[in-house]
Nanobody, 115 residues
Framework: QVQLVESGGGLVQPGGSLRLSCAAT????????MGWYRQAPGKQRELVAR???????YYTDSVKGRFTISRDNDKNTVFLQMNSLKPEDTAVYYC?????????WGQGTQVSVAS
């Protein structure tokens, strides 16, 4: 069992930056593929960025060049650095850990981008 706790969300102006953190319990964090998802009101949850256990990263097209996912296996934490934020980035952001058929979600953190 893995428990995930996100933090770092908030209200920011367009063009601003936020850094999300997702802290995980467990001593085997390094074997999990970690992802950041988001869900805007009235929309489906979508994958934003993902880092595999070996460090391979993926980004959805809309955030390429603006967001960076990273992980610190010693601290059992995955980060999402979000720069040049846009109003369309407004959503609840969720962290997810995957290993084989096992998947675990965090509770989410709200990110709002508005003037």
């Amino acid at each position: 069992q893995v428990q995930l706790v996100e933090s770092g969300g908030g209200l920011v102006q367009p063009g601003g930056s936020l850094r999300l953190s997702c802290a995980a319990t467990g001593r085997i964090f390094r074997i999990y593929d970690m992802g950041w998802y988001r869900q805007a009101p009235g929309k489906q949850r979508e994958l934003v960025a993902r880092t595999s256990s070996s460090g391979i990263t993926y980004y959805t097209d809309s955030v390429k060049g603006r967001f960076t996912i990273s992980r610190d296996n010693d601290k059992n934490t995955v980060f999402l650095q979000m720069n040049s934020l846009k109003p369309e980035d407004t959503a609840v952001y969720y962290c997810k850990a995957d290993f084989g058929s096992q998947g675990y979600w965090g509770q989410g953190t709200q990110v709002s981008v508005a003037s």
